[in-house]
């Protein structure tokens, strides 16, 4: 009879003195802050943004609690596995609290929609335009490929779209736009295919916007805040048929 017992699971243990001090963290912060606000970021936008980095941060160390609880080491009984998902799942909840602590003091309690405080969001300023490009580019050129028809004020509807967001809402919104593409990938392929470059419709003024990568981000806030985005559409004098023409191509596509 083999009295062998398997061996131990091995554990990356870290000791408290190499992790980071709560004085180093407070200089961190502090530094962010002022570094932030000398390229004009408004220290209440700027601590929502830490704030929320914080929350991220713990959403993925709770996501990482998940693959721990599901990794009961084999061979050691079912009061040890109950034990151990136990402990991960406390764990997981304390972490999930101490996210959403972190959201609502970046964001408030009550925050109003995004729709009611568009009108004193700070300005959309060059690198928040440069930005939204690198993000929105890649992802238009996986529905429809690159067109002579691009509109010439693209720059000016990217500044509509960054208009309905705060500071921090900016910073988090290439994942936003990812994460829109993804979900909706059926619906974006055939909206591009019936009117985008190369369609039948294509040099129809109406729906001029999807000739430019733009249109992703702009199809984005017609799903998230349309009473938002009309209104800075409306500030920054754009050609109303162009939001009204991918408006109605959108709802014509079969999906939620």
């Not at 408004?42 to 914080?54: N, T």
């Not at 720059?155 to 979900?183: H, I, K, W």
Request: aromatic share 4%.
């Amino acid at each position: 009879m083999n009295s062998e017992q398997p061996p131990p699971q091995e554990v990356n243990v870290v000791h408290p003195a190499t992790l980071v001090h709560s004085a180093d963290v407070v200089n961190a912060k502090t530094t962010l802050l002022e570094l932030l606000a000398r390229t004009g970021v408004p220290a209440d936008e700027a601590g929502r943004l830490l704030a929320l980095v914080e929350a991220g941060a713990l959403t993925e160390a709770h996501g990482d609690l998940a693959a721990v609880e599901a990794g009961v080491p084999a061979g050691k009984g079912q009061r040890y596995a109950s034990g151990w998902q136990d402990c991960a799942r406390t764990a997981g909840d304390a972490l999930l609290r101490r996210a959403d602590r972190a959201v609502r003091e970046a964001l408030g309690p009550d925050a109003p929609p995004v729709a009611d405080t568009a009108h004193v969001h700070p300005p959309v300023a060059g690198v928040d335009v440069a930005r939204a490009k690198v993000a929105v580019t890649p992802l238009y050129l996986t529905f429809t490929h690159e067109s002579d028809l691009d509109p010439e004020v693209s720059d000016e509807v990217l500044v509509a779209v960054l208009g309905t967001m705060s500071t921090a809402e900016r910073a988090g919104y290439a994942g936003r736009l990812a994460e829109f593409a993804e979900g909706r990938r059926e619906r974006l392929t055939l909206l591009y295919a019936e009117y985008g470059p190369g369609s039948d419709v294509s040099i129809h003024g109406r729906y001029s916007l999807l000739h430019s990568p733009s249109s992703v981000a702009v199809l984005e806030r017609l799903v998230a805040a349309p009473a938002a985005l009309r209104e800075e559409w409306d500030l920054g004098e754009l050609p109303p048929v162009w939001l009204e023409g991918l408006s109605k191509a959108w709802e014509a596509q079969p999906g939620d």
